[in-house]
């Protein structure tokens, strides 16, 4: 209710400031029996690491998941799960020199303006690192999915600053720092690697999905599953976007092309995927497709004018260590974000829908 | 919870079908004390209404609005205001035919996997129709932030189909069926007649906006301001994307000139903006712009392929009375919901965040 | 949120006042396909209807109940369901000397006080004629459970004012007007028509239960069973006091012989009840024992001390049509609230622990 | 939703198990600038800490409580506190006769049949050690409440076992280990000593009260302050009944003298309290007065007959170490759920009543 809770029936409550002690976040209502260590964990929140190269934030953070509760001798209990990930690498005096100061674009003033303070350091509660915590649950309801429903997840970069990617293969994605589905990366080292050297920063274009779902999810009229994917993903630091299935391309389509024929063979299944695997706000099935923009970082070198906390006209460099591109790191948050949506969803529908008869043959 | 109340601390619960006996909603939690009356609340519900031009829908809806609860003497009591809107118009014949079969693009086949059964007379709750009672709240919500906070909201029309409509004055929206911003609409007319003429639809696209914003809306990290506009408007029937500020034009925006400066004259006022009056998901005090893509109609004449509920291939022609595109009379329904999202923020900002001092001069 | 909606999942939302239009509820999270019709709730509201006996308000409602939504074809769709109740023997004169008065014991003062204005006519808002709908939507909870799980409910009077009332048989309770367990109902009478005749009222005590109860409902450690049991009976006009299985009893008892044994034969049955049904706030399977305390009437003909809305004082005698004691009614709405909480955890149940398998035996 | 968040303007979300690594809290919502440090905090734990006499578990915790967040240079900044509290003293070997069986009136088994497995370390999730971040959370607000509205709240032991304990002064509570409000406690100590010798517990019943209680906390019809004090309180561990005001015994009161009377000097008094500061569900500005049942503690040295999970009979004896009383060191907890529920309602008056104007005089 005051915002830092996503999901209702696997409930996440996110906590923590970019330099504060620690970071973490409680998940309330996961299904009881199901194995989980750290080790599941893990490996989701070394995805979206800082550190990793040299086009993202130098802050070296080991993100080092501890499960507090929820888990007994292996197996979820049915009870909240806390996960705390302490913070180590906080080099709060690299902000000193914005701590009265409004940074453009970035979150600054509208903190400052609705709480009467701010934690500066690092961005303090407005900051992208605490995605972590959101990514960690990810990797718990993941987890559930793929076990339960098998259903999976992958994202991946679609555009960087006016760099389109092509799609070539889900297997690149996770051999390179950008998360691009392509083998040679080098022309966005090349336009990142400008970008540093100017002391700039641009935004980024990415495509996350969710494949073998369920039928059935989404709850409209208001929480319709496209909604909820919308105020995840919207709400995600920088996005200024997102489209499902063909998105604002549908806009100069026909009726007689756009909408997915149903074909009999297999009974149920379609025959195109413009609507991204949604309809009426309900999944048909079919793979989510989901797009999402993400503007440029506000942090940047290059000297911009401003004011400060006295309304006095200011000019700003952001030092410290940040990102170029934040969509960079993104792609494992977002995923993250449409896993918990459809995690919700599918234990809502357990609730309601779960004992509605599948016809034969779909 | 369970999908069809928006908002929490001005909770709006919808109900009904497209051919029940009535549709209508439950407000809970609007403030006491504001005068109120059907006459409030009326007019919005006739900008939204059908059959009011040849270009949308002939169904003729009187959509007269009862107060049910809520109001004594003229004011608002605190307590919940039930909203009655008898169903006049059903003419459920015409869904003969596709009570069985699922129409590609429609809700159709989701709602019958979901539940098991459906109510095929004008897509039953997944009609547009339901969009009625969302208005009327919207009427109740715009008043208060109106008298409260000076807040107003206004919409138009930006793109129909292939055709982009340029912006000439907010005096011409309410002279002309399409809520386009131009004097001359002939060329709207000519491309909808044409469509009409071949049985088929399209899509458009709206820009919807607030003015005179409170500062400090919006609960990040999850309950962002933007988040929740992204949530109410993707959940909108036939919505497809959602942007906010430059939305998927910032992808390629340089962070040295996307971040919207702070100026010391008038004190916190922006040089720009890029970010739609959010940041960090919180409102700035700038205008809120906010931008939807919504696909073309799934009920056409031209035939398209589908199944049945046996599974079996049909052929599938949609007769009834449907708008030829939706986004025609999705106008003051966006702005509705806009305006049930800024008024859920701001009571959360009120019980939150209303002894924050205003510093001098901003 | 905003208090009118009770239940997440089977959320019931009520509105309307005593003397306006009409009452009514939106159920939103009934699961689809169940037969329903006005038939199947029609008979609870009469149950609870006053003008029924001289010992009861002489107010004529016929409490008959309209579904406008989320039915069709007489089954369930798994959409809103929305139920409306005309109000039609509303005597607004009868309450012209109150409005601006403030009766001892009512909620006059303090609606007056939270709202800044009421609605004074038969006490508006706050009149026990608002838990109509609540019954209204008990019969349909109560008929899905049934349905389900065999789950049934059933109440009746243990006291009325000094007046303690022996436990005969189930089958008299509806048997007479005071829903009380015994053949022989005339000492009631007789004591009730004391009562009428020096125009005072007095309180009651009553008993609520469930029978074939699942096992496992309940989400501790705040929602408990038992916790919202209490939040729901203590929400009910009147009410002062919520006893769970032996209740204040338990103080003086010793942990030797309070805590339920369970017995091998049949596996998992219990040797007592001494915890109602509940155990760390979890539903165990026996019958759910509830008791709750009634306030006396503060709707009375004897003069009372009191002031106006200046501050001035005042003496005020209540005429108008009222239950000498507000317990003899209220046996149907107390089941009722116990069957929307169960019925909100068996849903909650269903989402989070559906899939737990039952040990042998158990 | 999943049950371990209380409140939803002012959210406490509880994880952790008694002889996990952890157990904390995460609120969320509380107001921005207040003044906030862990020693503010750790008196209240302080006074519900175990090992503080022989009277209670011998267990040795600390229980210092650590801010993670939500704080920056001593003042909450609006966003998430989350508290930290460490597990310190588990002697978990204590348990391992009881992880397959069953303890009458105990949680075990309904823990057992919902989750499929439990923590049976020290009562894992079911606890009376999770009421720890309760207390926490509650000093927070117990904080807010005194420095904006004045606002007090204390509680005492009323009767243990069968015991009936009279009221001297509140003076006494914090003077002896019982928060009785008596000057020689000898009584209670012999009481409590003799049924300790015999492996045995007892019961207790508590009060509980507010001081300087704003007028119009409360949201009814079904969120109305009393339901929400009996779901936190009926919430807390081996609490069987709840009473508001004169609870029970107004059963047998008459109308005409049960009402309490309002006075015109001062304007708005009340010349008593048998309501217990609600009327409809809204605080009157009186003194809130509850009373709670505690249940005899279900682990204790005489042996029980009982079953284990595979349904065979066994007899059971809990080693340990347990209170013989779990009521002696409620009065604390009791006092944080009442303060917590006032907080929560005090948000949502500020988000829909605050500008109600005040009468001249009230």
Request: overall charge neutral; proline content about 6%.
């Amino acid at each position: 209710m005051s915002g830092n809770t996503l999901g209702n029936l696997f409930a996440v409550t996110n906590f923590g400031e970019s330099h504060g002690p620690a970071i973490g976040c409680v998940i309330d209502g996961c299904p009881p029996g199901m194995a989980l260590s750290e080790a599941d964990i893990q490996p989701e929140l070394d995805r979206r690491r800082p550190g990793t190269s040299k086009f993202v934030t130098q802050r070296q953070e080991a993100d080092q998941v501890e499960i507090l509760s929820g888990v007994y001798q292996g197996r979820t209990t049915g009870t909240p799960i806390a996960l705390l990930i302490r913070n180590t690498d906080q080099r709060s005096k690299d902000y000193g020199d914005i701590a009265q100061r409004f940074r453009p674009g970035h979150a600054d003033y509208t903190y400052w303006r609705k709480y009467g303070l701010r934690d500066p350091r690092g961005g303090g509660r407005s900051s992208a690192r605490l995605t972590a915590p959101t990514v960690a649950a990810g990797a718990v309801a993941r987890k559930w999915l793929r076990e339960k429903y098998g259903t999976t997840f992958r994202g991946c970069m679609t555009q960087v600053g006016e760099l389109a990617i092509g799609f070539e293969n889900w297997q690149h994605v996770d051999q390179n720092p950008f998360f691009a589905p392509i083998a040679d990366v080098s022309a966005i080292e090349n336009y990142m690697g400008a970008l540093r050297k100017a002391g700039d920063s641009c935004g980024a274009r990415l495509r996350v999905t969710a494949q073998h779902m369920p039928v059935g999810l989404g709850e409209p009229i208001y929480d319709r599953l496209d909604a909820d994917i919308a105020h995840a993903l919207m709400g995600l630091n920088a996005v200024k976007g997102v489209e499902i299935g063909d998105g604002f391309a549908s806009v100069a389509h026909k009726g007689s092309t756009h909408g997915d024929s149903l074909r009999a063979d297999p009974c149920g299944s379609f025959a195109s995927n413009h609507d991204g695997g949604v309809l009426g706000g309900i999944s048909t099935g079919q793979d989510l497709e989901v797009a999402i923009a993400i503007k440029p970082t506000s942090s940047i070198l290059v000297p911009r004018a401003s004011i400060d906390e006295t309304g006095a006209p200011v000019e700003l460099i952001t030092k410290g260590r940040h990102d170029p591109c934040v969509g960079i790191r993104a792609t494992p948050i977002a995923e993250a974000l449409l896993v918990l949506v459809v995690m919700e969803h599918a234990l809502r529908w357990r609730a309601q829908c779960a004992d509605v008869p599948v016809p034969n043959g779909f």
